[in-house]
């Protein structure tokens, strides 16, 4: 079973045996940065690995990184050497060594074992199984390659390497960065002898770490294995994005053996889902930019996301792939929410301003023209505008005129309001009259400044955060079949984002 090995990097001997005291017994190792260490003189280092050795309560790798490999020892080498000899004396179970100079340390006689590991923070180099090779001609009792993934298609080559060789020596193979999430949080699933998890977002001492934390608690890291399915949101950049907290709460509260990833894909989307689609992979949120490209890769494309061009859930089922859109009956049942509350509906005839032609005013135009709303679209760029209202039979205009009208219904589409730049509102505030109904696509913050002038004017509003999390929940049922357990899914998406 793959361990979660939380590496400390205090600066005293102290601060580092109470955060090494301070994690629970889920997190089975820790890693002990002798390189963090800030002690002047030898003597007292030498002293500080056997206290650290002493102190530690549960097995411990001591590493003791130079600066070349991404650590923080300037001194001497000879020196560097030496104190990794001195924690093999004094007890150590583990010691981590380059594998440049992975023969001058052997652990003797001791029970000690010995990590031969290579890093690469710039790429994942061509000639991974070499190597691998390598670091095991040194006496390995355990290889580990951590290197950096620039893209989906070098995390895909580390999963292969690990499935190769991790089942018959121990082997901890793990991609940094943004697009290496997938292999720390399924070295269990794939035999990874163990995976890092950072002490706190700040402590990270690896590009792309997840924190124990959320190793634990939303990725429920001891409960994955061979037969957990695999699901994920497809986006670049993909670490900002809320829909692996929402959907892991979900399955959790549901007591299903399934687990929700980031999944970092700039190019090569084909060879991503072929590759996932070996390992498990049940299903898929997908986003920006990849809404429309992915539907090349579909088996099936059911007729509301190919109307709108643009499949945001992708779902896996005896080998076929269907792609479909929740995004669209989201919006529609935010609306018809608002509209009930406002005594508005039906919708048919009602008069609506909707602002941004993208994507995302794309899904809600046709579903608006569909319940036979009046509509008019207005754009910063009043050419795609146009083009949009023209497909729809809607009619269209520039920012600067839509004070000259008096919808009933004004919906915003585009970015205007979203954090950091929250002070923004999309349209003029004289449109915000008594009854009109106000909805926002933004959720982050979840009250934007157009929801809450609106509501202060009496206008009816409907949110961002509630369109986002029905998005969430129609993707989870048609996933699964089951009905989505949207309080839990609310209320870890509610923690998140309330500063
Ligand atoms: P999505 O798929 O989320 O809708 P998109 O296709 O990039 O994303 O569309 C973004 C929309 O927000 C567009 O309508 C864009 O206007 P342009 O077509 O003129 O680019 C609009 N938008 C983005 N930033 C904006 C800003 N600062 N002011 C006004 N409109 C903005």
Known sequence: ???????????????????????????????????????????????????????????????????????????????RLDLIRRAISSGAEFIDVELE????????????????????????????????????????????????????ADTVRMIELLRERGASSPLIAL????????????????????????????????????????????????????????????????????????????????????????????????????????????GLSVTIPHKEKIMGFMDEVDDMASNICAVNTVTIRDGMRYGSNTDVEAAIDTLRGAAKRADMLPL?????????????????????????????????????AQELAQSLGADFCGLDEMEQYEPDIIINTTSVGMYPEVDRIPVPASLLRKNVIVMDAVYNPIETKLLRIARGRDCVTASGFEWFISQAAGQFETWTGRRAPRKVMEEVARERLQP
């Open 1 to 79: 079973m793959s361990k979660l090995c939380v590496p400390v990097t205090d600066t005293s001997v102290s601060s580092m045996l109470d955060s090494i005291h301070s994690l629970p017994p889920e997190v089975e190792m820790v890693e002990v940065r002798l390189d963090y260490l800030q002690i002047p003189d030898y003597q007292s280092l030498e002293r500080a690995v056997v206290r650290l050795c002493r102190g530690k309560d549960r097995p411990a790798i001591f590493t003791n990184r130079p600066i070349r490999s991404g650590g923080r020892w300037e001194g001497d080498e000879g020196r």
């Open 101 to 152: 100079v992975a023969d001058r340390i052997s652990c003797g006689g001791s029970s000690c074992r010995k990590i031969v590991s290579y890093h690469n923070f710039k790429c994942t180099p061509p000639d991974l199984q070499k190597i691998y090779g390598q670091c095991q001609r040194r006496d390995a009792d355990i290889v580990k390659i951590a290197v950096l993934a620039n893209d989906m």
């Open 175 to 282: 991609s940094m960065g943004e697009a290496g999430v997938p292999t720390r949080v399924l070295a269990p699933r794939f035999g990874g002898f163990l995976t890092y998890g950072s002490y706190s977002d700040e402590r990270a001492s690896a590009p792309g770490q997840v924190t124990w934390k959320s190793m634990l608690d939303m990725y429920r890291f001891h409960n994955i294995g061979p037969d957990t399915a695999l699901y994920g949101v497809v986006a670049n950049p993909v670490m900002h994005s809320m829909s692996p907290v929402i959907h892991n709460a979900a399955f959790a509260e549901c007591g299903m053996n399934a687990v929700y990833l980031p999944f970092k894909v700039a190019d090569g989307l084909g060879d991503f889902l072929d590759a996932f689609q070996n390992y498990g992979l049940k």
């Open 348 to 384: 048919d005839g009602r008069r609506a301003l909707l602002v941004g032609a993208g994507g995302a005013a794309r899904a809600v135009a046709t579903a608006l023209t569909e319940s036979g709303v009046v509509l008019t679209i207005a754009n910063r760029t009043v050419g795609r």
